[in-house]
């Protein structure tokens, strides 16, 4: 008995048997690859799943399985490497087969449609057709003009044909009269070439060498280098090593709005096929570029968190840009990293992974450190641009304009007198967090979520920034009636509309998720940058991710404070990783830039060191609390959340999967809670968590199968959803 064991897409942790579909062959069944899809019955509906392997028998009884409707690959679309990796992803995320393999494909596939090899459609002759004299059809000069295309090449694409005018009718007709026909024209590939590279400075090139001792061997690295130390020259240079191999690169990047300008420095030095994949794309796109990857067309893969699953035919290197970067991390559903996963993937690959970054997170700070990765350093920034000085504005007791103090105001006239540009950041969008009456006290909130709603005046409209909601602005109170509402605390349209009126002569541009829609606003903003005027330019955290603006000389925080008292206990490393990045979009270029920082709290620990140590040194010293404090990156955490419309359904989970585990997690594993989620209801949902220490990867990953387990044995309720976040980022 041959059985079809299936990985198939949907929330359950198992596989699913099946019987081959009718008529299927011993033969055809012998030859059947891991990975290749078949379209199955489930339930009364029918999905896409993927083969995992062919076993001997079942736990079903023989009556009880169904067999597969039909096989949609005749050859596996995933490499073996791809199959391992998500096979490691499914243990280790303890997550649904069919869900990981998901994540390897783009979207028509995962919907069992046919698999198109990348290339052109293009036209042949038949053999008929290649029994024609030269200049046949006379009495058809339009067929007679295809023909002769046809006969000067083995094949021609359907574009050129129509590029000369042949319409598609002409080419029917002499389909019909069985003289061409349809063929694939598969992608030519090309040779990839570097163009000038920059000679590397002394700490670059050590770098550089240190790395080419490890030729294309199977390795790991840090790159920590600080803004503007050309780590990116050092990348553009080690795939260069990567193609002139003959091999691709992978390189990850954090988030769609730094494709534009990563992507034309990729372009800009390689004459070679680059393939993009982020979730801007159309589906039609992205299965392009994952076809070009797949095929080894594609020298170069860019892409976002999920690219890291994308298939590869020589795979020689993997980079991971900004990699402490949070947005990495998927955080719904396959909770995966895409650092972690990238690490992985390099072992299976057996090539080397080089993650960079200014600052770097602890767990990789603490895998360099203890010699798990190899370790490089660059502490000086490139060519000669030099570092930042970095201040503290103390506003305590001082008048705010739109939040900002007289101090900054004068920085901000200073630079625009010189022709210089200014960022200026707040971490909070829109104009008020906040409206309230001041007759009643009524406090505008979301129906949803235990939060306030955001004003947003230039639309009219409140809006909850955690589940979407909008209403328009009320004119009067909806309690009392009264006219008197205020608003309170600070957004970037607030600030924008301020400085608009405070500095007529000058651009202000504001940059956040509400203006930055559509996929050409961050390229045009950097266009805008690069013609030099004197510009103001005001935004939230999209501003900070490694985007290049050469022009800046000044960067002010607004609302340091807004930050600082966090009870994640990666608060301060967040804390000090966003300052630091800000901090580094300032002097880029051959000014030295210059860094304010408004605060409340001018002698809070991390305020002084901010001003007095680098980003490395604090570090270094939050590791040693971590460790100290049996934190990650020592120990390792499991968050069990659940959420549901009702108020204690979800608790009462909570509590019954920790009575089952008390005894079960393996020595040294706490757990805490149940407690709410930090905000509790959210989307109209009661949240809570669950969260489990251990004390290292081996019991954590033991504790990890029990609390799947135990979970999936407590019996559904209505409404109830659950997930285990392994290695979670966010836990207060
Ligand atoms: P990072 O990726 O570390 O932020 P980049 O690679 O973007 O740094 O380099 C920062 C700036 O320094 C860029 O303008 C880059 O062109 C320049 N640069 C990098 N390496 C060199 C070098 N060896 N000599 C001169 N300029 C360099
Ligand atoms: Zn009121
Ligand atoms: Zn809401």
Redesign the pocket.
Known sequence: MSVLRLAVPTPLRRYFDYLPPAGMTPSRLAGLEPGSRFTVPFGNRELTGWLVEIAGSSELAGDALRPAVALLDEHSLLPENLLALCEWAIHYYHHAPGEVFAAAFPARLRQGKPHRPAGESAWRLSERGQGLPAGGLPRAPRQAQALAMLQAEPSVSQQRLADAGVTNSVLRELANKGLAERCHLAPTPRRPHSRQA????AE?SAVMRALDDIGGRCSSHLLE???????????LQLIDCCLQRGQQALVLIPEIGLTPQTLS?FRARFDAEIAVLHSGLTDAERERAWELARTGVAHIVIGTRSAVFTPLDATGLIIV?EEHDLSYKQQDGFRYSARDVAVKRAQIEGCPVLL?S?TPSLESLHNALSGRYHHHR?RE?????SMPAISVIDIRRQELEAGLSAPLLEAVEQCGEQGEQVLLFLNRRGFAPTLQCHDCGWIAQCNACDARLTVHRRRRQLRCHHCGAAAALPPRCPDCGGDALLTAGLGTEQTEAFLQQRFPDRNVLRVDSDTMQGREAMAELIEQLQQGEPTILLGTQMLTK?H?F?GIALVAVIDADGMLFSSDFRGEERLAQLLTQVA?RAG??EMPGRVLLQTHYPDHPAMLSMVEEPYGDRARALLRERVAAALPPAGQLLMIRSDCPDATTGEQFLAQLRGKLERALPAGCRCVGPLPSPMQRRAGRFRFQLLVSAPDRRSAQVAARRIAGAAEAIPARRGLNWSLDVDPQEVV
């Open positions: 920059m000679a590397l400075n670059q280098g600080v803004t503007g130390s050309g780590k990116t020259e050092i990348y420095r840009d960079g200014a660059l920034r490139a060519g000669r641009a490694g290049h050469p580094g880029r270029a």
